[in-house]
């Protein structure tokens, strides 16, 4: 499908001097306000977008993850979701860990929690940064739009659309077009100075602003992500087949785990950063400067025994303000059985069995695997 509005590269009009200050003072602007990572694209993207997302909802790859199918053409034509946006502010925020992200996971006795979930949810903060440099957008962008241009032959008032991760849109193919990075092999966004540790957010505007210069950097012949994954995620670099994904079962996957993945999940309980967390670009990540995105010391390491104990109330208590309350007790418990039976530690085995009566058969599911798991690794 074509763009509804003309690309700017092919437009003869190019942006103005005052427009290429305008993305400056943006640019700054965001820096001040916490973002890491900055650049501007045009409101398309090429058909390769779609043609990737066709090819991977075709394979079934979505699994339960419906939501990926709806609005096709909105996710993948930017101005299919908003007509009279002309080009897209691609943010990022670095959450890289101070420690080893995958630390925890050398002690069986403890739950691992992907680094970007041991924190508040990112969605609130970030959402907030973005409607702040909007704000700053809109006002600078009147200011800028009072002398006419061909551009823009006359006054008008420049608007703003804010996303992060809630709407269609293709945020890691707009991040690479705007220079943040690019998709590596993992399929996530790679950046030369942040490493595979950003959360991103867009903001659309009526502005046409001056397009980013490319990131540079590429995956070359590194392979670590692909042979770190534990199930085996990845059936070839640059595609991924969620279904068989640590980060996909944990979190979206609603019933019981597959058995023969079950192994391969170890002690993660929520999410997975082992294709993130070897990326030899990580060497030139700097620890996140957002204090809020800083761990919580009770979610670096976890006991799975304290875990394993969690009714509704006390889960909810516990995961106030974390991304993690959005699946439920039923799901988490789940995920800390499989954990359970993972660990090789028999010591663990009474909390497995406390939870073969529990309610929910799901539980009940996870309980039993995790009992007769351990029961095997008895003395």
Not at 54 to 68: C, H, I, K, P, S
Not at 71 to 77: A, D, G, I, L
Not at 233 to 249: G, H, Q, T
Not at 266 to 281: E, R, S
Request: proline content about 8%; overall charge neutral; glycine content about 6%.
């Amino acid at each position: 499908m074509a763009p509804l509005l003309p690309d700017p590269h092919t437009s003869s009009s190019q942006p103005s001097a005052h427009m290429e200050k305008l993305a400056t003072r943006i640019r700054d602007k965001a820096l001040a306000l916490g973002f890491d990572a900055i650049g501007f694209c045009p409101a398309h993207l090429g058909p390769e977008v779609r043609d990737r997302l066709t090819d991977f909802l075709a394979n079934g790859y979505q699994g339960e993850m419906d939501w990926l199918a709806e609005r096709t053409e909105q996710r993948t034509h930017p101005q299919d979701l908003w007509r009279e946006a002309r080009s897209v502010i691609a943010l990022g925020v670095s959450y890289a860990p101070e420690d080893d992200a995958l630390a925890t996971l050398r002690q069986p006795d403890r739950g691992n929690i992907s680094v970007y979930a041991r924190h508040r949810d990112y969605h609130d903060l970030i959402k907030g940064m973005l409607k702040h440099l909007a704000q700053f957008v809109v006002k600078e962008g009147r200011t800028a739009l009072e002398v006419p241009t061909q551009a823009h032959p006359a006054l008008e008032t420049p608007q703003v659309k804010v996303f992060v991760d809630t709407a269609p849109v293709s945020e890691k193919p707009l991040a690479e077009k705007a220079g943040l990075g690019w998709q590596g092999k993992h399929t996530n966004l790679v950046s030369r100075a942040h490493g595979s540790w950003l959360f991103l957010g867009e903001i659309y505007t009526t502005l046409e602003l001056p397009p980013s210069a490319p990131s540079g950097g590429s995956c070359g012949s590194c392979t670590r992500c692909l042979t770190a994954c534990p199930t085996q995620a990845f059936p070839e670099p640059y595609k991924m087949d969620a279904r068989r994904c640590i980060s996909y079962l944990t979190i979206e996957h609603s019933g019981p785990i597959p058995h023969a993945l079950r192994p391969a999940i170890g002690t993660h309980i929520y999410g997975c950063d082992d294709c993130l967390a070897v990326c030899p670009w990580n060497r030139f990540a700097q620890t996140s400067r957002q204090i809020k995105l800083h761990p919580r010391a009770d979610l670096i390491a976890p006991e799975l025994t304290t875990l394993s104990q969690l009714d509704d109330t006390a889960f909810r208590q516990m995961f106030s303000g974390s991304p993690i309350k959005r699946i439920g007790r039923n799901r988490f418990v789940r995920n800390v059985l499989i954990a359970i039976g993972n660990s090789r530690t028999p010591s663990l085995l009474p909390h497995a069995e406390n939870l073969l009566t529990d309610p929910d058969p799901v539980v009940t599911d996870a309980a039993q695997w995790a009992t007769l798991r351990l029961k095997e690794h008895q003395p």
